[in-house]
């Protein structure tokens, strides 16, 4: 047999033996009444521990709140699904972190999963306006200060809540939860209190100069991770206090010289400007 040939074969083999079909019949329901929900936001990721967590692709479900979801499970990684949809937020969660109900796939045991979602208002409810239901920040700084968070979403928040979020700016006490963005490069392992919340306070401004105007939504992440670093040095040298501090008495000095009257002005001023960091 030529080389060559045989080669192909072996890389046959070993591609039959590090993958596998997996199918697996995915509901997503209301907690409150266990109603489908149709039109939900399915994201399968795949990630290895201690590593980065990699969007693989994303589905709808149908009129029936249900997707058969048929991927490719490469050896060597573990996959999750998460289930999302305007309005509705993580029904087994209960520290305001995750907006979206994640569960882990199992290649060889998971034939079916069941994801619970919970709409943000009810008929009781004094909100008019769904897209004003924020998340409180107390407890958004809460689950941060106690490493209990869990998924990798930004929360609601919008610009009166920068005073909170920055009164926290300069706590340097190390955690190993919190967001960081789907298509993250780096793999965090840990960051600090006073990072994670002068990263959402950057999503707030970003999010501001986009849309022209401060109102909740879902805000998207300004950068890979909450890391503080130079785009020629490494990342993980510069995750020190005195880093921490720096970035802080920059967010701190741009804040407290806003211009009131003309917040989209302020927004669009960067407050690491001239302190030699920026966000990784």
């Known amino acids: 047999m030529r080389p060559y040939i045989l080669a192909l074969l072996v890389i046959g083999l070993m591609a039959c033996q590090q993958a596998a079909e997996v199918k697996v019949k995915v509901e997503v329901r209301n907690q409150a009444d266990e109603k489908a929900i149709p039109s939900a936001v399915l994201s399968l990721s795949r990630y290895v521990k201690a590593g980065p967590t990699l969007l693989v692709d994303t589905f709808l479900t149908d009129e029936k709140g249900q997707f058969l979801l048929s991927f490719v499970a490469e050896k060597g990684y573990q996959y999750k699904l998460e289930a999302r949809k305007s309005f509705y937020e993580a029904a087994l969660t209960n520290n305001g972190a995750?907006?979206?109900?994640?569960?882990?796939?199992?290649?060889?045991?998971?034939?079916?999963?069941?994801?619970?979602?919970?709409?943000?208002?009810?008929?009781?409810?004094?909100?008019?306006?769904?897209?004003?239901?924020?998340?409180s920040v107390q407890e958004v700084i809460g689950t941060l200060k106690a490493n209990k968070w869990e998924g990798n979403s930004l929360p609601r928040l919008s610009w009166g809540d920068i005073p909170a979020l920055l009164a926290v700016g300069p706590d340097s006490v190390v955690i190993t939860n919190f967001p960081v963005s789907t298509t993250s490069r780096f793999s965090m392992d840990s960051a600090r209190v006073g990072q994670v919340t002068l990263w959402m306070i950057e999503a707030i401004r970003r999010d501001y100069v986009r849309r022209g105007e401060d109102k909740p939504y879902f805000l998207m992440p300004p950068s890979n991770a909450p890391v503080l670093g130079t785009r020629r040095g490494n990342p993980r040298l510069f995750n020190s206090k005195a880093a921490l501090q720096k970035a802080f008495d920059g967010?701190?000095?741009?804040?407290?010289?806003?211009n009131e009257s003309d917040t989209l002005r302020s927004a669009r001023k960067n407050p690491l400007g001239g302190t030699g960091l920026g966000w990784m």
């Open 251 to 258: 967010y701190q000095k741009w804040w407290d010289s806003r």
């Open 98 to 135: 995750s907006y979206g109900h994640e569960a882990n796939i199992l290649p060889d045991e998971t034939d079916s999963l069941v994801l619970y979602l919970q709409a943000l208002l009810t008929a009781s409810s004094n909100v008019k306006n769904p897209k004003q239901a924020v998340q």
